[in-house]
């Protein structure tokens, strides 16, 4: 297929991004999500409400924590769902009220993020695509709607791999 438009390159780029995310997503257990690659790992912990809370800090430690792939599932739904309000004209959630559904839900919860953005890409247009946008970048660098959509494709692509690369990883240290 050529692409006829930037937007059906964009939505392309997508498209193959979501399918070979798929492939490691498909593949994913509770167990996966609960396990820390490393001794020193960003995951989801449950908070006094039961409510999953994701490690953060305001300023990145050093040496940088390795996510695992319940931090990274749950920062994927952070950014896409923010990205989307900002989009659709949404008042953008904090990101401490971005509620991840915990290891059993991931997938799922990942799959209807993906359903929301497929609604935002259906509802822009070429012009679209050319006006300003200030989200995640500062206001004043001068990049548009098309770099954002642009930047969500690349940003799910390297996480999606993350999280690919983790699984990997655990399924051959369990066949070990």
Do not use: C
């Not at 999953?52 to 952070?78: L, N």
């Not at 497929?118 to 509802?123: F, H, I, P, Q, S």
């Amino acid at each position: 297929m050529v692409a006829e438009s930037r937007l059906d390159l964009l939505r392309w780029q997508f498209d193959l991004t979501w399918a070979l995310g798929e492939v490691h997503l498909a593949e994913l257990t509770p167990d996966d999500f609960r396990w820390e690659p490393a001794s020193l790992t960003w995951t989801m912990r449950r908070g006094d409400d039961g409510a999953w809370i994701a490690d953060w800090a305001e300023t990145e430690p050093d040496p940088v924590p390795v996510p695992t792939m319940a931090w990274i599932s749950w920062h994927i739904g952070w950014w896409w769902g923010t990205t989307a309000d900002h989009l659709l004209g949404r008042p953008v959630r904090a990101r401490e009220s971005v509620r991840w559904p915990g290891p059993d839900g991931a997938v799922a919860w990942l799959t209807t993020q993906r359903d929301e953005w497929l609604t935002v890409l259906g509802a822009l247009t070429e012009e679209r695509l050319d006006e300003p946008s200030a989200y995640p970048w500062p206001e004043d660098a001068g990049l548009t709607v098309g770099h954002q959509v642009a930047w969500v494709n690349a940003e799910l692509m390297k996480n999606l791999a993350e999280i690919g690369q983790q699984r990997l990883a655990r399924a051959a240290r369990l066949a070990g």
